[in-house]
């Protein structure tokens, strides 16, 4: 049997292995996906209703964003997006860290949010709907994530300190002005202090007791958008134990079509808290990739079974198991670092001169590059000889362990 066989043997036995095998909830967010993709209006945004739109066209984009997912689906909401401006603090905050993201100039919107702030009067300290609004706990919640990812001048302190005075009886947040606070309000509250926790780790305590009401005030028998929303709550805020109950639920009352209760809006929401608990969610794991060898982004896209000239972020790269491209043109390997799941490589008969950018990859256990430059710098690619059961046992052996430290590691860094 020679290497090429083998290889294709050892990427066969790869396929049974999730492509995250160590993230918990990846299979219930590409089935939730594959569901949200399916409601997509053919103008590129998703609800029915006019009114419901946009909100739920954001956070189906956001969903896909935070799942690592980049797909027609996405790329047809983020241009319904840049063609639909809005006027209102709230839809302006969510729409421009959604295309910030993307890639998109959102100084504007930047620069609309920050004018809409004016310490110097009285409720304007924070954000309302808009500059005609009373400042309000659930605007000023949902801007303030939004502009502490961005450069900005708006004072971020006030915004803080606002919120802080604003939580009912130590306990959750209103809606504005109410005298009782409302669950889905305090989540999101919830989630945008424990976004400012390194300016201001004061908003600790606030936090702690915004979770304690969610607790006691959000069940399992409570609508799952705000299931979804408590939880990814509590997990922003490093306790995944509130989060547990919520999570395990969730998991269990996904339907078989991929969704929550046949509900864009819900199922959106769900899928950004699973990925926040699998770590695909996170920033650094957005980030896009370099990639200068126009083949090689091509080979990993045709793998990934996207368009070949595509951007790559860190979570496309960590869903790239095997790579067939065997004669593709490739001479540098730079970004392919980032494919640290990689086992199995056929870069055979390319112009390669260097393996620097993969040397890391520990889960790279079958690498071919007969046909390469770098093979006659004295870098030994055979494969060991063995009786052919033996190298394909062998094989299987180190993907199986592979996959198991991994799946230890995650476990080690899960918040107690």
Not at 159 to 180: C, F, H, M, R
Request: aromatic share 6%; glycine share 6%.
């Amino acid at each position: 049997m020679d290497a090429k066989s083998i290889a294709r043997i050892v990427a066969l036995l790869s396929c049974f292995i999730s492509p995250m095998a160590s993230a918990v909830y990846e299979t219930n967010n590409s089935l939730a996906s594959q569901w949200l993709e399916t409601q997509q209006n053919l103008d590129g945004s998703w609800g029915v209703v006019e009114d419901d739109k946009f909100i739920f066209t954001v956070e189906s984009v956001q969903a896909f964003i935070a799942a690592g997912i980049r797909n027609n689906a996405y790329y047809q909401g983020i241009t319904w997006l840049e063609n639909h401006s809005v006027d209102n603090a709230d839809y302006m905050a969510r729409r421009a860290l959604v295309l910030f993201i993307h890639g998109d100039d959102v100084n504007a919107a930047v620069g609309s949010l920050e004018s809409a702030q004016d310490t110097t009067k009285t409720g304007r300290l924070a954000w309302g709907l808009s500059s005609t609004y009373h400042q309000s706990p659930i605007d000023t919640a949902i801007v303030l994530p939004t502009l502490t990812s961005l450069i900005t001048s708006a004072n971020i302190q006030a915004a803080i300190d606002y919120l802080k005075t604003s939580q009912i009886n130590g306990a959750g947040w209103p809606v504005a002005l109410e005298s009782s606070s409302d669950a889905f309000t305090t989540a999101v509250v919830v989630k945008a202090l424990s976004s400012v926790q390194t300016i201001d780790p004061s908003v600790s305590t606030n936090i702690a007791n915004g979770l304690s009401q969610l607790s006691a005030s959000v069940t399992t028998a409570s609508p799952e958008y705000l299931q979804a929303v408590s939880a990814h709550a509590a997990v922003l805020a490093s306790n995944v134990v509130v989060a547990q109950p919520w999570l395990d639920n969730l998991a269990t009352t996904q339907l078989v079509n991929g969704s929550w209760s046949n509900q864009v809006y819900g199922t959106a929401l769900t899928i950004q808290v699973f990925a926040a608990i699998d770590g695909t969610a996170g920033i650094d794991n957005q980030t896009l990739v370099d990639i200068p060898d126009s083949n090689l982004r091509a080979a990993i896209n045709a793998q990934l079974g996207r368009n070949s000239m595509d951007n790559l972020s860190r979570n496309d790269l960590a869903r790239l198991i095997t790579l067939s491209a065997n004669g593709a043109g490739i001479v540098d390997l730079t970004g392919l670092e980032w494919a640290v799941n990689l086992t199995t490589a056929d870069l055979q008969n390319n112009n390669i001169n260097s393996t620097v950018p993969i040397d890391g990859l520990t889960n790279l256990t079958v690498l071919l590059l007969d046909g390469n430059p770098v093979v006659g710098d004295g870098i030994d690619e055979d494969i060991p000889t063995l009786p052919e059961w033996g190298v394909i046992l062998m094989a299987a052996l180190l993907l199986m362990s592979a996959v198991r430290r991994k799946r230890a590691d995650q476990l080690e860094q899960l918040p107690a």
